[in-house]
């Protein structure tokens, strides 16, 4: 084997100017043959997590990164040894690398793994590992570099190495430093998993594909404590007499007092753009308590029609085209500040945001074109954007080029809130819990169906006039629908 016939293959720009990921999981180990196309690894940028299929065949040499470490992009993260490979190709490989990396993913995938792009978004910081995975990622590396000691003579040796290395960690985890399966779990569940002293591969999955989630982890906690309640209750017995009005610690507090969360992702991307959005753009917060009565009638009949069978149809889909209506209306709405032109960019299509909580953070993937979608398609629209979204499988390209975005706090029976701008848009709306109150309809107290909206803008480029006029139209056509029609 010589170095000629080595391919390195370069951590590509799986977004659009991103520049770095972070490394989820390998899917190979050091003497597996691969095959063109095959996905070898998933990685996590700020934007998607994504499945990086191997673009030439071979046997793999090393992974130069273990799993949980942010590589720049253009880095070298695993070589290849390919059959027959000679020099001027493998000069040319590392500037293939990151274009052929791309067009593997839609053309070979469909036939063995299919590798998407996942709904969330993440590692922004620099090429480094987390300290916190350093009693981890020393038995892996260790157990890498012997497997490719012995790749000279045959590669079917990685389970004799990783028998000398597991000694030298303590006994609690030898088990994982064994992994032929090892469990599902994001970086921050193991850190978690870890601090708590629970063996990620005694949890019971709940997620989706089997992956092990906070909750699966807090369980075990809660179940190995189960048999030992007595101990724990006789013990907080002698301080009770002297602080009887103290009340007694959660369990779950007794095992750490804190718990670090590693800053990053989609919560380290969300925390910079809200940050810059919040101290750019001057914002301004309107509000409006409306009657939806007529509207929450107007969904159920929706439901029975049989033009959205199988479409999901709730209050939110009412609300996105009573947005898009007074967008209609009120065109300048739709804009967006061009600091470095100076100039107020007037854009004659909406995409339409969605503000969506998934379990890898807040995204806001958006429905592109959403003003030219009939009622019908646009309920389409929201549920994919939201299925895609709770599967992990929205892509980069459906969070970009938002213009205006709903979010839907009532959901969690938030009667509303001042919503900060997402980057680049000029408005958002949030929608509150709609509750039953006492609401005076014809002249009489009745009890109606009400929210609270709240529209924040761009004081920059939407007036507080311009701004009223949004909102009001929003809260005319929920609570007269027919206004839909005439208005449309």
């Not at 599902?184 to 193991?190: F, S």
């Not at 610690?249 to 670090?260: K, L, N, W």
């Not at 209050?315 to 009573?322: D, E, M, N, V």
Request: hydrophobic share 45%; with cysteine; charged share 20%.
């Amino acid at each position: 084997m010589t170095n000629a016939s080595v391919r390195e293959f370069k951590m590509p720009d799986v977004g659009e100017g991103l520049t770095e990921a972070e490394i989820l999981k390998w899917y190979v180990q050091p003497g597996d043959t691969v095959t063109d196309g095959q996905v070898v690894c998933e990685v996590e940028t700020a934007k998607a997590a994504v499945e990086l299929p191997i673009p030439y065949d071979g046997v793999v040499r090393a992974l130069h990164f273990p799993e949980g470490t942010t590589v720049d992009v253009g880095t070298s993260i695993i070589a290849v040894e390919v059959a027959g490979g000679a020099a001027p190709a493998q000069e040319e490989a590392p500037a293939a690398a990151v274009p052929a990396a791309e067009p593997e993913k839609s053309a070979e995938q469909p036939a063995a793994r299919q590798p998407v792009l996942v709904g969330y978004g993440v590692a922004t910081s620099s090429t480094r590992r987390r300290p916190r995975k350093q009693a981890q990622d020393p038995v892996a590396r260790q157990a890498a570099s012997a497997v490719q000691a012995e790749l000279n003579g045959h590669g079917a040796a990685p389970a004799a190495p990783a028998a000398p290395v597991a000694p030298a960690a303590p006994a609690a985890p030898a088990a994982p430093a064994a992994p032929a399966q090892r469990p599902l779990a994001k970086p921050p569940v193991r850190k978690l998993a870890k601090d708590l002293g629970v063996d990620l591969a005694t949890v019971t999955p709940s997620g989706p594909d089997g992956v092990i989630t906070r909750e699966d982890v807090h369980a075990a906690v809660a179940a190995a404590q189960a048999p030992q309640q007595t101990a724990p209750a006789a013990q907080p017995a002698v301080p009770a007499a002297s602080a009887p009005d103290r009340p007694a610690a959660p369990a779950s507090y007794d095992t750490a007092r804190e718990t670090r969360i590693p800053v990053k992702g989609v919560r380290k991307a969300t925390a910079a753009a809200m940050v810059g959005s919040a101290f750019t753009a001057p914002h301004v917060t309107e509000f409006v308590t409306v009657d939806v009565t007529r509207t929450m009638k107007l969904v159920e009949e929706l439901k029975q029609d049989k033009e959205f069978a199988g479409l999901r149809v709730n209050p939110l889909l009412l609300i996105a085209k009573a947005l898009l209506v007074a967008i209609r209306r009120n065109p300048d709405i739709n804009a967006s500040w061009d600091e470095a032109a100076q100039e107020i960019v007037v854009k004659h299509y909406v995409n339409l945001g969605i503000a969506a909580a998934t379990p890898r953070g807040l995204i806001v993937p958006n429905i592109k074109d959403a003003h030219a979608k009939t009622l019908p398609e646009l309920a389409a629209s929201l549920g994919e954007l939201v299925s895609t979204a709770r599967e992990g499988r929205t892509s980069p390209s459906a969070m970009q080029g938002g213009t205006v975005t709903i979010t839907n706090v009532g959901v969690f029976g938030v009667d509303t809130g001042t919503p900060i701008l997402n980057p680049g848009e000029s408005a958002i709306l949030a929608v509150g819990a709609i509750k039953p109150q006492p609401w005076v309809h014809k002249g009489k107290v009745k009890p109606r169906q009400v929210t609270t909206l709240a529209l924040s803008f761009d004081h920059r480029l939407v007036d507080g006039e311009l701004g009223s006029k949004v909102l009001a139209d929003v809260a005319a056509v929920l609570e007269q629908p027919k206004r839909l029609i005439t208005w449309a």
